[in-house]
Protein backbone atom coordinates (compact mmCIF):
# COMPACT_ATOMS: atom_id res chain seq x y z
CA UNK A 1 0.00 0.00 0.00
CA UNK A 2 1.45 3.41 -1.50
CA UNK A 3 0.83 6.30 0.81
CA UNK A 4 -1.01 9.11 -0.83
CA UNK A 5 -1.27 12.17 1.21
CA UNK A 6 -0.28 12.43 5.21
CA UNK A 7 -1.56 14.74 7.75
CA UNK A 8 -0.64 15.37 11.74
CA UNK A 9 -4.10 13.85 12.53
CA UNK A 10 -5.10 10.77 10.03
CA UNK A 11 -2.62 9.00 7.38
CA UNK A 12 -4.91 8.75 3.76
CA UNK A 13 -3.56 5.58 1.65
CA UNK A 14 -4.27 4.15 -1.84
CA UNK A 15 -3.96 0.68 -3.29
CA UNK A 16 -5.57 0.60 -6.60
CA UNK A 17 -9.05 1.70 -6.57
CA UNK A 18 -9.10 1.33 -2.47
CA UNK A 19 -8.06 3.76 -0.24
CA UNK A 20 -7.49 3.42 3.44
CA UNK A 21 -8.42 6.49 5.44
CA UNK A 22 -6.93 5.87 9.40
CA UNK A 23 -7.19 7.53 12.33
CA UNK A 24 -3.60 8.41 13.81
CA UNK A 25 -3.39 9.99 17.12
CA UNK A 26 -2.61 6.37 19.31
CA UNK A 27 -0.87 8.62 22.46
CA UNK A 28 -4.89 9.49 23.03
CA UNK A 29 -6.68 6.69 21.97
CA UNK A 30 -6.93 8.28 18.39
CA UNK A 31 -9.75 10.82 20.29
CA UNK A 32 -11.49 13.58 17.79
CA UNK A 33 -10.14 16.78 18.36
CA UNK A 34 -11.35 19.53 16.13
CA UNK A 35 -8.53 19.21 13.69
CA UNK A 36 -8.74 15.66 12.92
CA UNK A 37 -12.29 16.72 12.12
CA UNK A 38 -11.23 18.93 9.55
CA UNK A 39 -8.70 16.48 8.25
CA UNK A 40 -10.83 14.13 7.75
CA UNK A 41 -13.50 16.37 5.52
CA UNK A 42 -10.78 17.39 3.55
CA UNK A 43 -9.61 13.62 3.04
CA UNK A 44 -12.92 12.62 2.19
CA UNK A 45 -13.77 15.22 -0.13
CA UNK A 46 -10.48 14.71 -1.89
CA UNK A 47 -11.79 10.97 -2.22
CA UNK A 48 -15.38 11.78 -3.26
CA UNK A 49 -13.73 13.86 -6.24
CA UNK A 50 -11.24 10.78 -7.39
CA UNK A 51 -13.51 9.09 -9.88
CA UNK A 52 -10.15 6.01 -9.36
CA UNK A 53 -11.47 5.17 -5.87
CA UNK A 54 -14.63 2.39 -5.58
CA UNK A 55 -14.25 1.60 -1.78
CA UNK A 56 -12.81 3.01 1.21
CA UNK A 57 -11.29 1.93 4.77
CA UNK A 58 -11.74 3.87 7.63
CA UNK A 59 -9.79 2.12 10.58
CA UNK A 60 -7.72 3.94 13.89
CA UNK A 61 -3.75 3.52 14.22
CA UNK A 62 -2.74 1.12 16.66
CA UNK A 63 -4.29 -1.90 18.81
CA UNK A 64 -6.10 -0.58 21.53
CA UNK A 65 -8.93 1.87 19.38
CA UNK A 66 -10.60 3.02 16.90
CA UNK A 67 -11.02 6.01 18.44
CA UNK A 68 -12.29 6.44 21.86
CA UNK A 69 -14.32 9.77 21.72
CA UNK A 70 -13.99 13.20 21.29
CA UNK A 71 -10.89 15.00 22.68
CA UNK A 72 -12.31 15.98 25.91
CA UNK A 73 -10.01 18.70 26.65
CA UNK A 74 -11.24 20.45 23.84
CA UNK A 75 -14.63 19.99 25.19
CA UNK A 76 -14.10 21.13 28.33
CA UNK A 77 -12.87 24.44 27.59
CA UNK A 78 -15.55 25.07 25.05
CA UNK A 79 -16.76 28.89 25.86
CA UNK A 80 -20.53 29.14 24.97
CA UNK A 81 -23.57 26.61 24.40
CA UNK A 82 -23.29 28.36 20.62
CA UNK A 83 -20.01 27.20 20.98
CA UNK A 84 -20.41 23.54 21.72
CA UNK A 85 -23.74 23.52 18.93
CA UNK A 86 -20.95 24.71 16.49
CA UNK A 87 -18.92 21.63 17.19
CA UNK A 88 -21.63 19.54 17.39
CA UNK A 89 -22.18 20.62 13.87
CA UNK A 90 -18.80 20.01 12.46
CA UNK A 91 -18.93 16.64 13.68
CA UNK A 92 -22.46 16.32 12.07
CA UNK A 93 -21.22 17.41 9.19
CA UNK A 94 -18.39 14.85 8.65
CA UNK A 95 -20.67 11.95 9.76
CA UNK A 96 -23.08 13.41 6.62
CA UNK A 97 -20.46 13.43 4.03
CA UNK A 98 -19.23 10.02 4.99
CA UNK A 99 -23.04 8.92 4.49
CA UNK A 100 -23.14 10.95 0.94
CA UNK A 101 -20.12 9.35 -0.37
CA UNK A 102 -20.45 8.26 -3.65
CA UNK A 103 -18.52 5.28 -2.88
CA UNK A 104 -19.17 2.52 -0.05
CA UNK A 105 -17.07 3.33 3.43
CA UNK A 106 -16.14 0.76 5.53
CA UNK A 107 -15.51 0.94 9.27
CA UNK A 108 -12.84 -1.32 10.45
CA UNK A 109 -13.52 -1.58 13.58
CA UNK A 110 -10.28 -2.24 16.30
CA UNK A 111 -10.65 -1.74 20.32
CA UNK A 112 -12.94 1.28 21.04
CA UNK A 113 -14.78 3.19 19.38
CA UNK A 114 -16.69 5.23 21.89
CA UNK A 115 -18.62 8.50 22.07
CA UNK A 116 -17.68 10.17 18.43
CA UNK A 117 -15.52 7.20 17.59
CA UNK A 118 -19.16 4.84 17.32
CA UNK A 119 -20.37 7.82 15.55
CA UNK A 120 -17.77 8.06 13.12
CA UNK A 121 -18.33 4.13 12.57
CA UNK A 122 -22.57 4.67 12.43
CA UNK A 123 -22.23 6.62 9.36
CA UNK A 124 -20.18 4.47 7.28
CA UNK A 125 -22.07 1.51 5.25
CA UNK A 126 -20.39 -1.38 6.55
CA UNK A 127 -18.91 -2.12 9.43
CA UNK A 128 -16.64 -4.99 10.33
CA UNK A 129 -15.05 -5.46 13.98
CA UNK A 130 -12.09 -6.94 15.67
CA UNK A 131 -13.02 -9.28 18.27
CA UNK A 132 -11.73 -6.67 20.66
CA UNK A 133 -13.60 -4.47 20.14
CA UNK A 134 -15.72 -2.59 22.41
CA UNK A 135 -19.19 0.07 21.11
CA UNK A 136 -20.33 2.62 23.69
CA UNK A 137 -21.97 6.16 23.82
CA UNK A 138 -20.85 7.41 27.22
CA UNK A 139 -21.41 10.71 27.08
CA UNK A 140 -24.07 10.87 29.81
CA UNK A 141 -21.00 10.10 32.36
CA UNK A 142 -19.80 13.01 31.24
CA UNK A 143 -22.98 15.17 31.52
CA UNK A 144 -23.28 15.18 27.90
CA UNK A 145 -25.73 13.71 25.10
CA UNK A 146 -23.92 12.35 21.87
CA UNK A 147 -23.59 15.06 19.51
CA UNK A 148 -21.93 13.58 16.15
CA UNK A 149 -25.24 11.82 15.05
CA UNK A 150 -25.32 8.79 17.88
CA UNK A 151 -28.87 9.45 18.87
CA UNK A 152 -30.18 9.65 15.70
CA UNK A 153 -28.40 6.70 13.96
CA UNK A 154 -28.38 4.53 16.86
CA UNK A 155 -31.99 4.62 16.84
CA UNK A 156 -31.73 3.71 12.98
CA UNK A 157 -29.50 0.96 12.88
CA UNK A 158 -30.49 -1.17 15.97
CA UNK A 159 -34.11 0.44 17.11
CA UNK A 160 -35.10 2.78 19.73
CA UNK A 161 -35.07 0.64 22.60
CA UNK A 162 -30.96 -0.28 22.12
CA UNK A 163 -30.05 3.16 21.33
CA UNK A 164 -32.16 4.35 24.52
CA UNK A 165 -29.83 1.46 26.44
CA UNK A 166 -26.46 2.66 24.76
CA UNK A 167 -27.26 6.40 24.89
CA UNK A 168 -28.86 6.57 28.71
CA UNK A 169 -26.48 3.79 30.46
CA UNK A 170 -23.66 4.87 29.31
CA UNK A 171 -22.38 1.16 28.73
CA UNK A 172 -20.04 -0.70 26.53
CA UNK A 173 -21.14 -3.40 24.49
CA UNK A 174 -18.51 -5.73 22.85
CA UNK A 175 -17.99 -7.43 19.38
CA UNK A 176 -20.18 -10.11 19.92
CA UNK A 177 -23.14 -7.88 21.04
CA UNK A 178 -23.10 -5.33 18.48
CA UNK A 179 -23.08 -7.98 15.99
CA UNK A 180 -26.31 -9.55 18.05
CA UNK A 181 -28.15 -5.81 17.72
CA UNK A 182 -26.83 -5.40 14.33
CA UNK A 183 -24.58 -2.63 14.56
CA UNK A 184 -21.80 -4.37 13.39
CA UNK A 185 -22.49 -6.44 10.30
CA UNK A 186 -18.76 -9.10 10.71
CA UNK A 187 -16.52 -9.98 13.71
CA UNK A 188 -13.00 -11.63 13.02
CA UNK A 189 -9.83 -11.69 14.66
CA UNK A 190 -7.88 -9.05 15.62
CA UNK A 191 -5.24 -9.79 13.55
CA UNK A 192 -7.85 -11.13 10.78
CA UNK A 193 -9.07 -7.08 10.64
CA UNK A 194 -6.96 -5.46 8.24
CA UNK A 195 -7.41 -8.49 5.59
CA UNK A 196 -10.90 -8.74 5.69
CA UNK A 197 -11.74 -4.97 5.21
CA UNK A 198 -9.29 -5.22 2.53
CA UNK A 199 -11.28 -8.73 0.85
CA UNK A 200 -14.66 -6.39 1.37
CA UNK A 201 -13.29 -3.05 -0.11
CA UNK A 202 -11.63 -5.29 -2.78
CA UNK A 203 -15.11 -7.18 -3.15
CA UNK A 204 -16.83 -3.63 -3.67
CA UNK A 205 -14.43 -2.56 -5.53
CA UNK A 206 -14.52 -4.78 -8.19
CA UNK A 207 -18.26 -4.39 -9.11
CA UNK A 208 -20.03 -1.73 -11.30
CA UNK A 209 -19.03 1.57 -10.09
CA UNK A 210 -22.81 3.42 -11.07
CA UNK A 211 -24.36 0.15 -9.58
CA UNK A 212 -22.47 0.55 -6.35
CA UNK A 213 -23.56 3.93 -6.38
CA UNK A 214 -26.74 4.14 -7.18
CA UNK A 215 -27.75 0.90 -4.44
CA UNK A 216 -26.05 2.59 -1.57
CA UNK A 217 -28.68 5.45 -2.28
CA UNK A 218 -31.19 3.55 -2.77
CA UNK A 219 -30.74 1.32 0.54
CA UNK A 220 -29.92 4.68 2.29
CA UNK A 221 -33.40 6.17 1.39
CA UNK A 222 -34.96 3.16 3.07
CA UNK A 223 -35.31 4.50 6.35
CA UNK A 224 -36.60 8.25 5.17
CA UNK A 225 -39.05 7.46 2.48
CA UNK A 226 -42.70 4.99 2.36
CA UNK A 227 -42.22 1.68 1.02
CA UNK A 228 -44.01 3.30 -2.54
CA UNK A 229 -40.93 6.23 -2.36
CA UNK A 230 -38.44 4.06 -2.26
CA UNK A 231 -39.98 1.65 -4.76
CA UNK A 232 -39.94 4.68 -7.01
CA UNK A 233 -36.59 5.78 -6.14
CA UNK A 234 -35.28 2.09 -7.29
CA UNK A 235 -37.15 1.33 -10.15
CA UNK A 236 -35.61 4.99 -11.38
CA UNK A 237 -32.12 3.87 -10.76
CA UNK A 238 -32.96 0.38 -11.91
CA UNK A 239 -33.87 2.00 -15.14
CA UNK A 240 -30.78 4.93 -15.46
CA UNK A 241 -28.53 1.57 -14.61
CA UNK A 242 -29.83 -0.76 -17.98
CA UNK A 243 -28.92 2.45 -20.10
CA UNK A 244 -24.76 2.59 -18.82
CA UNK A 245 -21.76 0.87 -20.54
CA UNK A 246 -21.33 -0.92 -17.38
CA UNK A 247 -24.93 -3.13 -17.38
CA UNK A 248 -24.00 -3.67 -21.18
CA UNK A 249 -20.84 -5.07 -20.44
CA UNK A 250 -21.73 -6.68 -17.52
CA UNK A 251 -24.45 -8.68 -19.03
CA UNK A 252 -22.56 -9.98 -22.04
CA UNK A 253 -19.32 -10.58 -20.18
CA UNK A 254 -22.21 -12.99 -18.17
CA UNK A 255 -23.30 -14.03 -21.38
CA UNK A 256 -19.67 -14.88 -22.83
CA UNK A 257 -18.74 -16.41 -19.49
CA UNK A 258 -15.97 -14.08 -18.78
CA UNK A 259 -14.94 -11.37 -16.11
CA UNK A 260 -16.70 -8.15 -16.89
CA UNK A 261 -14.12 -5.07 -17.06
CA UNK A 262 -16.36 -1.86 -15.20
CA UNK A 263 -15.35 2.06 -16.46
CA UNK A 264 -17.75 3.29 -14.19
CA UNK A 265 -19.72 4.25 -17.37
Do not use: W
Request: glycine letters at 10%; proline letters at 4%.
Amino acid sequence: MVPALAMETIVLERDGAVATVRLNRPNVLNALNLQMLDELSAAFAQLDADEAVRAIILTGTGPKAFAAGADIAELNALPSPRAAEAQARKGQSLTRALERMHVPVIAAVNGFALGGGCELAMACDIRIASDNARFGQPEVNLGLLPGYGGTQRAARLVGEGMAMYLCLTGEMIDAQEALRVGLVQRVVGFDELPAEAARVAGLIASKAPLAVAAAKRAVAAAGSLSLDDGLALEALLFGRAVMTDDFREGSSAFLEKRKADFKGR
